[in-house]
């Protein structure tokens, strides 16, 4: 069980590492072009520098489906919802994409019309619920498993995310 898991999760950072390499190199070699055609030997540092500059993407990628992962795992045992570790891979790396896409629209819009305040993260623990929800019903979570789980990981995810407010507050008032 966890082999077929490990085995998806190292895909699945393979493939996030390539399409950040490429985006960087293109970037890079537009940037260095005029200086990579004068000397022949020149491409090797833009890989390099390329490279490096891929597995930072990777690794905040990797860090956040680990934090996903484990606190879906976390209430999973502690209301023992008997999912298993391949629903909650799927159910992470779902939730994932959407905090990284739609989840960022929506914060910004949010901002906007509430401004940065408790209303603000309390609207939008509610909207990440319906949308945690949503995502497990998708993958077939039973809708107790799935209320439970969206739930409890935006409750998490909240939490995270005031306290982060709150102190980068004391700190500006110090």
Not at 5 to 27: D, E, H, Q, Y
Not at 113 to 123: A, E, P, R, W
Request: charged share 15%.
């Amino acid at each position: 069980m966890w082999k077929g898991f490990f085995m998806g999760f190292v895909v699945s950072l393979v493939v996030v590492f390539i399409i950040s390499f490429l985006l960087v190199f293109i970037l890079v070699y537009r940037g260095e072009k005029d200086k990579v055609r004068t000397k022949k030997g020149r491409i090797f540092p833009v890989l390099a520098i390329a490279m490096i500059l891929a597995l930072v993407p990777t690794v905040v990628i990797m860090l956040g489906i680990i934090l996903l992962l484990g606190s879906t795992n976390v209430i999973n045992i502690i209301f023992s919802l008997h999912l298993s570790t391949n629903e909650i891979a799927i159910f992470a790396i779902l939730l994932m994409i959407y905090l990284f896409t739609i989840d960022s629209i929506i914060e910004m819009i949010l901002k906007q019309i509430v401004g940065k305040n408790m209303s603000y993260f309390f609207i939008l623990l509610l909207i990440r619920i319906l949308a945690m929800y949503a995502i497990g019903l998708a993958i077939n979570f039973t809708q107790s498993n799935s209320f439970i789980i969206s739930l409890g990981v935006a409750l998490i995810i909240y939490i995270i995310e005031v306290l982060d407010h709150y102190k980068g507050k004391g700190e500006k008032q110090s």
